[in-house]
């Protein structure tokens, strides 16, 4: 069974900067495609940036382009994402989701979360 | 990008009568070199992270009790709850991966009458 766990959280003011990481277990990590998907609070699903299982190929939505970088390291199993000009507007709870194959296929394991707060 | 809009926005059914949920894409996610639409349902319950219920528009996820039901192609999908549970009660969300930047529905509020 695929374990997922977020950390690196927190308050953070406009225009900072937070790492977050996706500590993974229970599946071969090498070879599933990933995602960072994020929930402001009371609202919907929001897509935010994905990687293919080998980490050659990156994707993000419009509105982090440019400012968050996603990343994975097999060595560790582990997942990033680094946030950076963060705005008020990216203030959300975090889940990290694993998918299959290729990343054209659906998240069939998410973590628990881990919740960003911009603000001054 | 694809626009997914779901309805109902909010709905409320009797327990053991039938759910229906509504999803409309912007454009076709029928590939059609594997004739596969590339949508998926997913449930989250409060303070939960989502859960995938169905995939490829049509199958079930493993453990998803099969009074879940997923139909539909190329643009215009639905999820169907055969006999609603109580434990049903949640918010349904869904989603295309036919192309990035992947996108959800606005999400529908499923309640007990």
């Known amino acids: 069974e695929a374990h997922l766990l977020e950390s690196g959280g927190g308050l953070v003011q406009p225009g900072g900067s937070l790492r977050l990481s996706c500590a993974t277990s229970g599946f071969s990590f090498n070879t599933c495609a990933m995602s960072w998907v994020r929930q402001a609070p009371g609202k919907g699903l929001q897509w935010v940036s994905g990687i293919t299982s080998s980490g050659t190929t990156t994707y993000y939505a419009d509105s982090v382009k440019g400012r968050f970088t996603i990343s994975r390291d097999t060595s560790n199993n582990t997942l990033y994402l680094q946030m950076d000009s963060l705005r008020v507007e990216d203030t959300a709870l975090y889940y990290c989701?694993?998918?299959?194959?290729?990343?054209?296929?659906?998240?069939?394991?998410w973590g628990q979360g881990t919740l960003v707060t911009v603000s001054s | 990008d694809i626009v997914m809009t779901q309805s109902p926005d909010s709905l409320a059914v009797s327990l053991g009568e039938r759910a229906t949920i509504n999803c409309k894409s912007s454009?076709?996610?029928?590939?059609?070199?594997?004739?596969?639409?590339?949508f998926a349902w997913y449930q989250q319950k409060p303070g939960q992270p989502p859960k995938l219920l169905i995939y490829?528009?049509?199958t079930r996820e493993s453990g998803v009790p099969d009074r879940f039901s997923g139909s539909g192609s190329e643009t215009d999908f639905t999820l169907t709850i055969s006999s609603l549970q109580a434990e049903d009660v949640a918010v349904y969300y869904c989603?295309?991966?036919?192309?990035?930047?992947?996108?959800f529905g606005q999400g529908t509020r499923l309640e007990i009458k």
């Open positions: 490829w528009a049509s």
């Open positions: 989603q295309q991966y036919y192309s990035n930047p992947i996108t």
């Open positions: 989701a694993k998918q299959g194959v290729s990343g054209y296929t659906s998240a069939d394991s």
């Open positions: 454009q076709s996610v029928l590939y059609s070199s594997n004739n596969k639409n590339y």
